[in-house]
């Protein structure tokens, strides 16, 4: 078993209540990251309702209120902390967390193979 790091970003191109999305290609998957103050939060771009990529607007993960992930499908809603499903057709369920680090203001998203 290997791991690899994708470079997604520089911290300083995800503000704060802001989210962003990245393919992998090596991969195989789609990532989004949310950043919440000193805290940033990787998800794979996967809806568990019915597995497919949760935006419609490149970049889009977010409420109005930037306070919850939307699933642009069919309005799923997920907390950014845990990425557990609060409400919608997929309540109970999560996003799969992507282990990430941060590394000299760099953000790097962990995939193991
Ligand atoms: S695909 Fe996300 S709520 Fe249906």
């Known amino acids: 078993m290997s791991t690899n790091n994708h470079y997604l970003c520089q911290l300083a191109e995800l503000p704060d209540n802001s989210s962003l999305g990245f393919d992998l290609p090596d991969a195989g998957i789609g990532v989004f990251a949310v950043r ?3 805290r940033v939060f990787v998800y794979r771009n996967l809806c568990p309702h ?4 949760l935006e ?3 970049h889009e993960f977010l409420t ?13 809603l997920f907390a950014i902390e845990t990425g557990q499903c609060i409400a919608g057709p997929c309540n109970g369920q999560s996003l799969q967390a992507i282990e990430h680090q941060i590394t000299d203001g760099a953000l790097y998203a962990i995939t193991t193979e």
């Open 36 to 38: 919440r103050g000193d």
């Open 50 to 53: 019915v597995h497919i990529p």
């Open 56 to 58: 419609w607007v490149e």
């Open 64 to 76: 109005a209120d930037m306070s919850l992930i939307q699933c642009a499908n069919h309005g799923a």
